[in-house]
């Protein structure tokens, strides 16, 4: 009398395992999404850091002694901390050699390979492994304590 009733619908197991690979072809595509967009991180953040590098320009020439202290540099600063997603933390800063010289150089972590891009007054830009490792050119300060 129910010989048809067991042939209808899917067992357990045939769940699970449809189950299974949806889960596994989901975290593939969510691995390789989350690169792309820490890819596009990195690319944002050095975008700002190499505005720096204008802007720091523009207010030496204005007569700016301490160059991480101008609004646009601090501007551009906090864009990079926020494009890394750490707004709150130091992620990214300008250094100044002092308050009256114009050698700077500013540093921010990178999201995607975990190493820091460093831009200075010499403008100079570079990507280094660690945060110690992101030196200025334009003094013998690290830039990146």
Do not use: H, R
Request: overall charge neutral; charged content about 15%; some cysteine.
């Amino acid at each position: 009398m129910n010989k048809n009733l067991s042939k209808k619908g899917f067992t357990i197991i045939e769940l699970l395992v449809v189950i299974a690979i949806i889960a596994v072809l989901a975290a593939i595509v969510l691995v390789n999404v989350t690169k792309y967009i820490n890819k596009g991180k990195d690319a944002a953040i050095q975008g700002n850091l190499a505005s720096v590098i204008t802007n720091a320009a523009v207010a030496i020439d204005g007569g700016a002694t301490d160059v991480c202290a101008n609004p646009t540099i601090t501007a551009a600063i906090t864009a990079a901390k926020t494009a890394y997603g750490d707004v709150a933390g130091d992620t990214a800063f300008c250094k100044d050699a002092d308050t009256t010289d114009t050698a700077w150089a500013a540093c921010s972590q990178l999201k995607d390979t975990d190493s820091y891009f460093c831009v200075d007054s010499t403008g100079k830009k570079s990507t280094v492994a660690t945060k110690t490792g992101c030196t200025s050119l334009a003094f013998t300060v690290s830039a990146c304590p």
